[in-house]
């Protein structure tokens, strides 16, 4: 039977001090972390290493040879490895994502208030890179909320997890060039919102009167 470590102060500074970041000591050395916590121990170690948690800190000598360390495999790579600043490199974050696709959680029912909190994030996200302003809020949306899509008269309906489907609420900008602002904002299904995302009122107009006619 393999023996606990005794994790005295010194064997604590010496772990946390082979460690680049917070993640990567609370991931390798969790009863050191653990014991760091209980005895207080931990915020000095976060103080003197400047560690934040939730934010790595990637280690300069790695930024100068142009790499970066992933906080999950613990790997120096080259930044053409990573997705824009993300703490994790490719493999790490594609096999995160299906990890989260084929678990249990992620085509479980969520709350109405989940959703919307997803749902503004997703927005406030958007606006952020592209530069847009966003005044909704998450209580606007659940003041907003219809019962139908405005667009198509199909039922809103959340379900499915976190996995879209044609009658999820989407908020839609009215005027693209603008931002999410109250009154360019309007909640419609995602089903209507892909179709005229990429199009404008005369080309949905005009697709609407092809269709009507070729029908017949």
Known sequence: ?????????????????????FQEFYN?????????????????LMN???????????????????????????????RSEF?????????????HSKVNRESKYYYS???????IRIMWAAANARAIKKGLPIEI??????????????????DLI???GRKKSHNTPSPHRVNSNFGYTLDNTVIISWRANRII???????IIAVGEWAKKRKG
């Open 83 to 95: 997705y824009s600043e993300c703490s994790k490199c490719k493999s790490c974050t594609k096999a």
């Open 197 to 203: 995302s990429n199009a404008t009122e005369e080309e």
């Open 109 to 115: 029912s969520l709350s109405t208030s989940t959703y």
């Open 28 to 44: 390798k050395h969790p009863s050191a972390y653990q014991r760091a916590r209980k005895s207080g121990q931990i915020k000095d």
């Open 137 to 154: 809020t998450r209580e606007w949306i659940e003041d907003n909320l219809p019962e139908r899509c405005p667009v198509l008269g199909i």
């Open 48 to 78: 003197e290493r400047g560690w934040k948690k939730g934010q790595f800190r990637q280690p300069k000598y790695l930024l100068d040879q142009g790499k970066r360390f992933c906080n999950y495999c613990f790997t120096a790579l080259d």
């Open 158 to 160: 959340f379900g499915g």
């Open 1 to 21: 039977m393999a023996q606990s470590v005794l994790w005295t102060k010194d064997k604590i500074d010496d772990v946390a001090w082979s460690c680049t970041s």
